[in-house]
């Protein structure tokens, strides 16, 4: 069933146009990539989907206008939207008997599980806790909710990299189950990458590009292109041409992986690699939408 | 089933699991919740209390002599209600206090450590936040100002007569007011003044609160003075000034009782219910809606700042 269904979603404050008709169809049991540069939009699409800030255009969560009925609709939603967002004067015992206390799916003992493996102790406060643990903390009433959507917009901002990895870890082990569905936003694509099912780009309020991992593993292929093939590689058009280290890297939409192979090493491409080739194909950084994008 | 909220150990033990969903009491505790950040709405109260306490026990130690110079009785009477009145005012000027700078910070700090995203992720509406909010100057620091100063009343009594029974002196007669006369006169003073007549004060702070990105307590003050000076200025008159004067004042018609330096607890027109028909209770009480309503809109399209 559908998730998330917007149509001409448009949303600016002053002059600056932060969403520019964005149309979005989010299916069950997907776990959505939203990726995009500082200032692409990508946190003003999940404040509108979350309720938090008005805007123009069709939206519905979960069949639910998310403006006019965001508490009802955070029965079913959850987000977190970056890690500096616990009040720092609650202690641990305390979010838990508030969120116990107000969300009707909350199942505590989950969270006391998760936090059992942690060293967060029920008496501690949030500013006594260090950023990872802050993080661990928000993760665990999050996911001792039996939510539908989840939302992460940054959620690993400023963590360590163990952090970052335990936090992924745990939201793919003991919290995806199928029916839920995430969308994330972050800056550390590569992280991510095998944890998406589907990969969206954001660029100045407007998607430019959207499909599922698989589709993106099968259609864009990278190849190191060894030097004496460079003309043979370039007459397969490749979208983008970039050198590493003296050696040209080429990446290629749709073209057959045999025929690559005889180029040099063929590999599947990073979402980032993907994302910067998009931008930068487009004269004067105007992507377009590129042929066959899914949304 | 124990729930692991009573086991007061500092570990998270496995717990069996519970029902999946389990019912939800939203204002309890969006309530709970004041209490825990703003710990100041009873420690400010109980504090007070307490330093009054130590300031009168260290004047009992005089308490026989003055008595016995005095003769009789009524030095008494007036020592033991003054400093009776004289806690009641203590505890309601902190009280006071603590619930204008509660509310300037209500819808404010929320904001300025952009925790409002984590309380906005949460189901409770708007509307249950800033009620829930508004209700703790409203009703729940009057019904606490009460219960302290009636706690300290108690002791003042108790330690009085201790002292005077120590020391052999008389045994305290009848005052002139009964315990239960002030005790029913300081309620109806806190909820009708503190809670009903000052209820649009605080309307217009939570409001300000809501909506300034810094300095809310200038905010909160400037444009009323803004306004009674504009007004002076332009019509020579000061119709904005009284009546705020007036509303400060609990609505009380200008009939001496305050002048005997007595608290405003005793004033009998309240006790007399008479208030209700007060027309500038209700167009009070209006205008707390129309700033209640505001906040709650600003609540629901401001950003962290």
Known sequence: ?295 | MSTPSNVPSDSFAPQPAPAATSPTHPLYWSLQREFWEHRSIYLAPLAAAALFLFGFMISLIHLPSRIRAAGIDPMQHDFIVQSENLAALLIMGTTLIVAVFYCLDALHSERRDRSILFWKSLPVSDLTTVLSKASIPIVILPFITFGVTIALWILMVLLSNAVLLASGTSAAPAPHFSFFQLSTGLFYHLMVVHGLFYAPFYGWLLLVSAWARRATFLWATLPLFAIGIVEKIAFNTSYFASMLGYRLGGGAEDNGSKATGMAVAFMPHFTSGQFIFNPSLWTGLAMTAIFLAAAIRLRRNREPI
């Not at chain 1, 932060?18 to 995009?36: P, S, T, Y």
């Not at chain 1, 116990?100 to 199942?107: Q, S, T």
């Not at chain 1, 990969?199 to 698989?214: L, N, Q």
Request: hydrophobic fraction near 45%; include cysteine; charged fraction near 25%.
């Open chain 1, 1 to 295: 069933m559908t998730v998330i269904e917007a149509r001409g979603l448009r949303k600016s404050f002053g002059t600056t146009v932060a969403l520019d008709g964005v149309d979005l169809h989010i299916e069950e049991g997907r776990i959505l990539g939203l990726i995009g540069p500082n200032g692409a939009g990508k946190s003003t699409a999940l404040n509108a989907i979350l309720g938090l800030i008005p805007y123009q255009g069709e939206l519905r969560v979960l069949g639910r206008n998310p403006w006019t009925e965001r508490d009802h609709l955070m029965r079913d939603v959850c987000f977190i939207a970056d890690v500096a967002v616990l009040p720092r004067w609650i202690r641990v015992s305390q979010a838990l008997d508030y969120v116990a206390g107000i969300h009707p799916r909350f199942e505590r003992t989950k969270a006391e599980a998760f936090l059992a493996k942690t060293t967060i102790r029920p008496s501690s406060k949030v500013r006594e806790l260090s950023k990872g643990m802050v993080a661990q903390l928000h993760l665990a009433l999050v996911m001792a909710i039996d939510a539908r959507l989840l939302v992460l917009d940054e959620p690993t901002l400023g963590l360590d990299i163990l952090y970052r990895k335990q936090f992924y870890d745990s939201l793919l082990n003991d919290y995806f189950d199928r029916t839920r569905t995430i969308i994330v936003t972050t800056h550390q694509v590569e992280e991510i990458q095998n944890v998406l099912t589907d990969v969206m780009f954001i660029d100045r309020g407007r998607i430019v590009f959207g499909c599922s991992m698989d589709e993106f593993e099968s259609r864009y292929l990278e190849v190191m292109v060894n030097p004496e093939r460079l003309a043979a590689a370039r007459q397969l058009k490749p979208i983008h041409e970039r050198q590493v280290i003296g050696r040209s890297i080429f990446l290629f939409d749709r073209v057959d992986r045999s025929q690559l192979a005889a180029l040099g090493d063929v590999r599947t491409p990073s979402i980032a690699d993907l994302f910067v080739a998009m931008l930068e194909s487009k004269p004067g950084h105007q992507p377009a939408t590129p042929q066959g994008a899914a949304v």
